[in-house]
């Protein structure tokens, strides 16, 4: 009988793994269908699906879809307040509902980009507690595909790399740990992609 293996459900625990999930990322080019980027599984198998502003029609909006096309996130953009040396802008990740947003479930702060050199991008899970004002942090490079999402402990979530000889910027693999939330992280990189005006940003 195996051990068993502690979930942290953030979308779902129907996302969560008892072993560890290799996933491929593959961007689609913005010229053919619209941009954003599709997640499949080592048998090849699409799990999930990434819809940008070519898509959607509307720049700072996402959508994480299942691998059958069900909507499952619904990703929107909270502009802050300009200050002098940063921009407070909110990313808020919300459960999709008959694809309408319903429950927030996670915040992440987009700091300026240029202060945002190495990490620094932090992840509130909903509800928030009391005494914690993060719950994840990325950590490295997303433009040089080396970086990874912790918990506040600093164990590591997901790692993003890449792998092979096909794999850049375009194919890259995505390592998520035992128990964490799969379409968690997938949304976590979606907004990554957005901050750094890749594929899913027009």
């Known amino acids: 009988m195996g051990a068993y293996t502690t979930i942290f459900p953030v979308v779902s625990k129907i996302f969560c793994s008892s072993s560890h999930a290799v996933l491929m990322v593959r961007r689609r080019p913005p010229t053919v269908n619209g941009g954003g980027f599709v997640v499949t599984d080592q048998n090849q198998r699409a799990v999930f699906s990434v819809d940008g502003c070519g898509i959607i029609g509307a720049s700072g909006q996402l ?31 919300y459960l999709s509902d008959y694809g309408e947003p319903s429950k927030l479930v996670f915040s992440l702060q987009d700091p300026k980009p240029v202060l945002c050199v190495k990490g620094d991008i932090q992840v509130t899970v909903e509800p928030k507690g009391r005494k914690r004002h993060w719950d994840y942090e990325v950590t490295g490079s997303f433009v040089e595909r080396s970086c990874a999402i912790k918990n506040r402990a600093g164990h590591v979530a997901a790692q993003i790399g890449v792998k092979g000889m096909l794999a850049g910027r375009d194919f890259y693999q995505v390592v998520v740990q035992p128990g964490y939330d799969q379409a968690f992280v997938v949304g976590v990189i979606a907004i990554l992609d957005n901050i750094h005006g890749e594929s899913t940003r027009c």
Do not use: C, Y
């Open 63 to 93: 959508i994480v879809r299942d691998g059958d096309g069900s909507a499952i996130l619904f990703i929107h953009k909270k502009e802050g307040v300009v200050q002098a040396l940063s921009v407070n802008n909110w990313w808020k990740g």
